[in-house]
């Protein structure tokens, strides 16, 4: 019996806890509104600053034109998923993570690459899912290979363009990017308008390379990489490379060009 009356005072502890939290619930869609104004007038819930992170191609300005938040603007009043929208609505940029702190806003931000340019009327960049970025406000463009001969049906940056033709281009960038490759820096257009056939062509020597991008593997294209080393070692001056086929490149050097080659007038060989 002696512990009846501890009991009585947990019960009504417990009652009265329960029934604070529920005047507070009630409360404070009424005590929010003045008590946000009222921490907004502080520093640390004003937006003093934006700190912006992850830019590649964008510049500062060119992020903060996109955020729609003044200096000094009430951060408990500022909705992180609006200016999230507002800035993947820039076709440059795939996706952004805005948060709060102490006195400033963190915006961290990550663009879509330029994998490759395409002459389509005009130069546009395009991502490695297709997409159209629009150009840059300082009007620079990444070194990057120039594609033509592929129709695009639209030129509208943000669009994402799903042509077969042109997801096999893509695929053939990545295997010339590849660490196992490395030849991405050394082509500089890509004429896909046969259909059987794309050329790439070199911008230090303008050596033509046949390739077939239906059936072109990472192996084919290290062979094409080991055969370009071969002859600007020999320093041969080189008619065009093809990569057709399967397990061997085959190189067709210039008549005059230095050994047997300029004897035989054939120039070819298999790697």
Known sequence: ????????????????????????????????????????????FRAEGIEISGLLYLSPEEARAQIPVKEGENLLLIRPSRIEAALCANPRIESARVSRAPG????????RRTFLLVSAGTLLEIDANGFILSPLGRGLVPDRPVLTGVPFPTVKPGT???????????RLVGLLESPEVGLVSDISEIAAS??????????????????????ITLSGMRAVRAALRDVRTR???????????????????????????ARTGLGREKV
């Open 1 to 44: 019996m002696w512990k009846r009356p501890a009991l009585r005072r947990r019960n009504r502890r417990i009652l009265a806890l329960a029934l604070v939290s529920a005047a507070l619930t009630l409360a404070w869609p009424l005590v929010r509104p003045p008590l946000t104004r009222l921490l907004g007038a502080l520093p640390p």
């Open 160 to 170: 994402q363009v799903t042509t077969a033709r042109l997801r096999e281009i893509i």
């Open 194 to 215: 046969d259909r059987n056939r794309v050329v790439l062509r070199t911008s230090r020597d303008q050596i033509p390379i046949l390739v077939d991008p239906e059936r």
């Open 104 to 111: 400033r806003l963190c915006v961290r931000i990550r663009e």
């Open 235 to 261: 320093a041969r001056r080189v008619t065009w490379l093809d990569a057709r086929y399967r397990g061997q490149v085959v190189v067709r050097c210039a008549p005059d060009s230095a050994g047997t080659e």
